[in-house]
């Protein structure tokens, strides 16, 4: 009788069959050892590789949560936005470009300035953002920075400054490398007002951010395994016509050379920063 017999069970697959898993977004390689690692071990580790130590590149925001006290701050200067003033054209319009940019970050510029608290220290944080059009700096990247300045002097605040950037923005022309020239005077305002600069270069750091304000803080440190430069290696080597050393441009050479103070885990990176304003400091005010 029908109701003893078996139901239809489903067809088991054969073993000659190709058996797929979905693992988007589940693993990510490393750029140093080029490991496929869970993602979310790396980021359980600041995005450093548990395997070989490689400092992943981290967003703007990312920077600010793991390094001021209890990740909190406050914005400035956010609503500011560049208004192309040499209305650049190349493969598309710099507005178009702009706008692209804004969508995709949900950022105004390639900079977000925070005051808050490090170690119980007043300061003023700038974060550089690398998909921001390479974290380059125009016109806004520049106001943004000098102001940040001028807010650290009027609230005798430490300035730390986290630079992530190919350079200056070509689409602003002569008015970006203006920029240079304006947050150093600035710079050169907060070094005679006593209080204390910590420059921290990540990858990259080059163009007209290393010639200029990265490399002009009281302390200047970096990640390990950062591109710090001017020019890229290979028009280097065109220029002279040598072949550069191994490990030319990074944060270690760098340091071997005396061109940083010092090369700081990402683990280590807030501790440190801490550690050297209470050293720049007494009694908990800047000297």
Request: with cysteine.
């Amino acid at each position: 009788m029908s109701w003893f017999k078996k139901k239809d069970r489903p067809r088991r697959p054969d073993d000659s069959e190709e058996r797929t898993v979905r693992t988007e977004g589940l693993f990510v390689k490393c750029q140093g050892c080029e490991e496929m690692l869970l993602k979310r071990e790396i980021e359980e580790n600041l995005n450093v590789c548990p395997k070989c130590s490689h400092h992943h590149r981290i967003g703007a925001l990312e920077r600010l949560e793991m390094t001021l006290d209890d990740g909190y701050w406050v914005e400035m200067d956010s609503g500011l936005t560049s208004s192309d003033p040499l209305n650049f054209v190349d493969t598309k319009s710099y507005r178009i470009r702009l706008r692209q940019m804004q969508e995709g970050t949900k950022l105004l510029d390639a900079l977000i300035t925070a005051q808050g608290k490090l170690g119980g220290h007043p300061v003023v944080v700038c974060a550089m953002e690398l998909a921001f059009i390479g974290g380059s700096m125009g016109t806004v990247v520049g106001e943004k920075i000098t102001r940040a300045i001028e807010l650290a002097i009027k609230s005798g605040a430490a300035l730390v400054i986290f630079s992530a950037s190919g350079g200056a923005r070509m689409q602003e022309g002569a008015i970006s490398l203006m920029q240079m020239a304006k947050i150093s005077s600035a710079l050169a305002r907060l070094d005679e007002a006593g209080l204390p600069f910590i420059s921290v270069l990540t990858d990259p750091t080059t163009g007209g951010v290393t010639a200029s304000f990265a490399m002009l803080g009281d302390l200047n440190i970096a990640e390990p395994g950062a591109q710090i430069g001017f020019a890229g290696p290979r028009v280097i080597e065109q220029t002279i016509r040598q072949k550069l050393p191994e490990g030319f441009q990074r944060a270690e050479f760098l340091l071997e050379h005396g061109m940083l103070d010092a090369v700081v885990e990402r683990k280590d990176l807030k501790e440190f920063i801490v550690q050297s304003i209470d050293f720049m400091s007494q009694n908990g005010k800047p000297q």
